[in-house]
């Protein structure tokens, strides 16, 4: 069977989290036999054999965002002949699966990450374009072969969102980690290099600057964490003008107040976050909307005990007074995930990160009872048999 996997991020040009589960889960599907994996990717050339790239067009350039992603959509859609199967990542890709469906007669498989209706903030960043980018995601989804949601909670809000889906096309596969990728590295060097004390406790944050991740409400917490705690934010890409300017000014006020908060803005290879977070006494993900997080896979991998939102799929992940603390949270339901009551939201995370900071031994306890359970559970291999069921069960 040949599969063609479409997405906008894909190796070397990742941002976010589904751009990670794409890679991991090619290279976990093209260990089989039984598979042709091509992928149609966004961005620059890459020298990788079955891999097929795709640049803006050119008379698009001065386009809306949205605009330029349909007309890399087109391409893609038109390289995808022969294939057998279609399977798209994220609304970026999504309409190049459904075109492509439709023109080789092939099923269209969906992997939800996130939903546009779940993220109203976007018109922040796209104006109109997230009119047209919702609409985008609900034509492929209504007409998609099968929904793959990546967390229980990810099932719900696809249901949640769009109702007129049949409930028994939308299936649960769990993201994935690679623990050998993603294992402890005690490497004090590489963590002084980036202006962080080995020797002195540290919480990490990794994450685009998005309304979703909670950066800010996290900063707000940092004031109630003992002065002697650094706080090591590897957060870049910001989605607006106006959300950078607020993290900058929480960064700035922090550093007015304490010593060791350190904010890298470039994303990092893998072995620096490595070791960054075998370094760290806790991990956090305040994100307000998650719908599994594969962030949070990745510090439990690296043995750190995670301090997380009771959110979405992160519960589904993180074990609550074994790998980690869930921080409790009432949220708005008009899809932007709000705290009702920001304050205590704050006060909340602060405690629950300072019961963790407080006692070290906890903590390691903590990582690395999370290790082991990213090992037992959530394999790429494992993840990518679950995947190829699906497919042999839309292909007739």
Wanted: overall charge negative.
């Amino acid at each position: 069977m040949r599969v063609d996997v479409l997405s906008k991020e894909y190796p070397p040009e990742i941002y976010g989290g589904a751009g990670v589960h794409v890679a991991e889960l090619v290279r976990a599907l093209r260990r089989r036999s039984d598979l042709e994996t091509r992928v149609h990717a966004f961005g620059a050339p890459r020298d990788e054999a079955l891999t097929s790239s795709y640049a803006d067009h050119a008379e698009l350039a001065s386009a809306n965002g949205a605009l330029k992603t349909l007309g890399v959509d087109l391409s893609i859609a038109d390289g995808c002949a022969g294939t057998d199967l279609v399977h798209s990542h994220t609304w970026y890709a999504n309409f190049a699966g459904h075109l492509a469906s439709l023109l080789y007669g092939v099923p269209h498989v969906i992997s939800a990450h996130s939903l546009e209706p779940m993220r109203p903030w976007k018109a922040e960043q796209l104006g109109g374009g997230y009119a047209v980018s919702s609409w985008v995601e609900k034509t492929s989804y209504l007409a998609a072969s099968t929904v793959i949601a990546v967390s229980s909670a990810m099932r719900d809000d696809v249901l949640r969102s769009y109702p007129d889906i049949d409930p028994g096309k939308v299936q649960v596969v769990h993201n994935g980690i690679d623990t050998d990728d993603w294992a402890p590295v005690h490497d004090p060097d590489r963590v002084r290099s980036h202006g962080v004390d080995p020797d002195r406790p540290s919480v990490v944050f990794v994450g685009r600057i998005t309304r979703q991740k909670g950066l800010p409400l996290f900063l707000r917490a940092v004031a109630q964490l003992p002065p002697d705690v650094q706080i090591v934010l590897c957060a870049g890409a910001p989605d607006t003008p106006e959300i950078e300017a607020e993290v900058v000014a929480l960064v700035d006020g922090l550093k007015q107040t304490r010593q060791g908060v350190v904010w890298i803005r470039e994303m990092l290879p893998r072995p620096d976050v490595v070791a960054l977070l075998t370094n760290a006494t806790a991990f956090v993900c305040p994100s307000i909307y998650e719908p599994l997080g594969i962030v949070n896979l990745e510090a439990m991998a690296c043995e750190t005990a995670v301090v997380a939102t009771a959110t979405g799929g992160i519960p589904e992940v993180v074990v609550h007074g074994e790998t980690g603390l869930l921080v409790p949270i009432e949220q708005a339901t008009d899809g932007t995930g709000t705290p009702l009551d920001p304050d205590q939201y704050v006060a909340d995370f602060a405690a629950a990160l300072n019961e963790v900071v407080s006692d070290p031994e906890r903590a390691a306890a903590l990582g690395k009872a999370g290790r082991q359970r990213a090992i037992d559970a959530f394999s790429w291999g494992a993840i990518a048999e679950r995947t190829v069921e699906v497919y042999r069960s839309v292909s007739g």
